[in-house]
């Protein structure tokens, strides 16, 4: 049977039929290719991962086990944390007593047996077209005609549409790591004290932060916003200190101070004057300032213009 017994008529009419049949059967047919719907949904699976590569992860523990030498404050400032949140998560009525082995939580909010949502797997819309078109005789007629054009927009349709494929997290499901949530917003820092730079941090020498020379009572200013968390002279080798908090990514630290001008809890900006410069635990008047991510202290030279200093 050929096209000119299924579709008698003009040589236009059975162009337009072949057309039709062409269109079908390579609908149906496999060619290798995956469907627009599985393409689509793997770049948005490699953008959504290249975005995460590029994180850097917590690497904190879920816990700690308190140490000779240790106190709630130090414990709080290593991991970056406020002590008095780890205090109220542990059930310690006095932060300044606390026992060797102890088990102190750090994320007492992370669930243990949850786990990360797993990827919804794309499937691809089902056509429902048979493998093989069933050829009807159609006499030719301008009805027949009109038939044609419908069937041919519905393929259209069926196969130029790109239909959007939005993952699916499973209800109730966290991340064990703090930082998968994304990074805090970029902050904006600043000098906290004037004065001739004499002191660099060193990873390897084991040195935290700088040291700012200057004189007794020069002003000591917030480097970035946010909360101050500690402020007093529990932590041994600090004298009068201040910590700042500024998310949940970074703190500062501000040491050796003759007078801190600000409480715990109390809420900072930028620039804000919060202590006299002093000699504190320290042999000269100096400040001893530290940047912490995550607890872990990294270079205040990434984050100050310590040129102009």
């Not at 790591?177 to 970029?186: I, K, L, M, N, T």
């Not at 900072?268 to 530290?290: C, P, W, Y």
């Amino acid at each position: 049977m050929n096209i000119k017994t299924l579709y008698p008529g003009t040589g236009r009419n059975r162009i337009i039929a072949l057309l039709l049949m062409t269109t079908v059967s390579a609908g149906c047919a496999s060619d290798g290719h995956r469907a627009p719907v599985y393409e689509r949904a793997e770049a948005e699976k490699n953008a959504a991962m290249a975005k995460n590569s590029q994180r850097e992860k917590d690497w904190r523990p879920k816990s700690y086990v308190v140490q000779k030498g240790d106190t709630l404050y130090s414990i709080a400032f290593n991991y970056g944390f406020d002590y008095h949140e780890l205090a109220e998560s542990n059930g310690i009525r006095d932060p300044s007593v606390i026992s060797i082995g102890q088990e102190i939580r750090l994320f007492p909010g992370r669930s243990k047996t949850a786990t990360p949502a797993a990827p919804v797997e794309a499937k691809p819309i089902e056509i429902l077209v048979k493998e093989q078109p069933k050829l009807v005789k159609y006499p030719y007629s301008e009805a027949a005609m009109a038939q044609i054009d419908k069937v041919q927009e519905q393929v259209a349709k069926v196969y130029l549409s790109k239909p959007e494929v939005k993952p699916v997290s499973q209800p109730g499901a966290t991340s064990d790591d703090s930082a998968d949530v994304g990074e805090d917003p970029a902050l904006e820092w600043s000098l906290p004290a004037q004065g001739k730079l004499i002191g660099q941090f060193s990873e390897s020498a084991n040195r935290k932060g700088i040291d700012i020379a200057g004189k007794l009572g020069q002003p000591v200013m917030a480097s970035a916003n946010g909360k101050v968390v500690y402020s007093g002279s529990g932590l041994r080798g600090y004298g009068k200190l201040i910590i700042i908090k500024h998310n949940n990514t970074y703190l500062s630290a501000y040491a050796h101070n003759d007078k801190i001008l600000v409480k715990e809890g109390q809420s900072v900006s930028r620039g804000q004057k919060i202590a006299e410069m002093g000699n504190t635990d320290a042999s000269q008047v100096e400040l001893h300032f530290e940047v912490r991510r995550y607890g872990k202290p990294v270079d205040p030279a990434k984050y100050l213009p310590l040129g102009k200093s």
